[in-house]
C-alpha cells in the first residue's frame, strides 16, 4: 500500500508560479511511475506529466510543455510539479498518482496507476 499526500496548492494570480509536492509513504518508492492529473470544475480529470521512477524520463501533455516541469527526489520520497506563468484556465484540483513499471504510452492513462492522493486546490485568478 502506497500512500501519497499532496501539497502546495493556492491562491495565486495570474503568471506566477507555485510548486505542488507529493509525499508518498509506505511500500517502496522507487519502482513506481509517479503521474499528476488535474479536474477543473465541471470538467473531468485530466492528465498533466508523469515521471518514471529513476526520473530520467518525463512526459507531459502538449499545452503544459514549457510551463510545467515534473521532478522527483528519491531520498525524500516526494515528486514535484513546478508550475510557471500559470494561467486562470489552470485553476483546478491537481492529482498525485502512483502506478508500476508500465510503457511510456499509458503513461497520460488514470487507469494504470493503483494510488491517489487526496489533491490540491490550485486557484489562479486573472
Known amino acids: 500500500q502506497v500512500q501519497l499526500e499532496e501539497s502546495g496548492g493556492g491562491l495565486v494570480q495570474a503568471g506566477e508560479s507555485l510548486r505542488l509536492s507529493c509525499a508518498a509513504s509506505g511500500r517502496t518508492f522507487s519502482p513506481y511511475t509517479m503521474g499528476w492529473f488535474r479536474q477543473a470544475p465541471g470538467k473531468e480529470r485530466a492528465f498533466v506529466a508523469a515521471i518514471n521512477w529513476s526520473g530520467n524520463r518525463k512526459y507531459y501533455v502538449d499545452s503544459m510543455k514549457g510551463r510545467f516541469t515534473i521532478s522527483r527526489d528519491g531520498a525524500r520520497n516526494t515528486v514535484y510539479l513546478q508550475m510557471n506563468s500559470l494561467k486562470p484556465e489552470d485553476t483546478a484540483v491537481y492529482y498525485c498518482?502512483?502506478?508500476?513499471?508500465?510503457?511510456?504510452?499509458?503513461?497520460?492513462?488514470?487507469?494504470?496507476?493503483?494510488?491517489w492522493g487526496q489533491g490540491t486546490q490550485v486557484t489562479v485568478s486573472s
Open positions: 498518482a502512483a502506478g508500476g513499471e508500465f510503457s511510456t504510452t499509458d503513461w497520460s492513462k488514470q487507469g494504470r496507476y493503483d494510488y
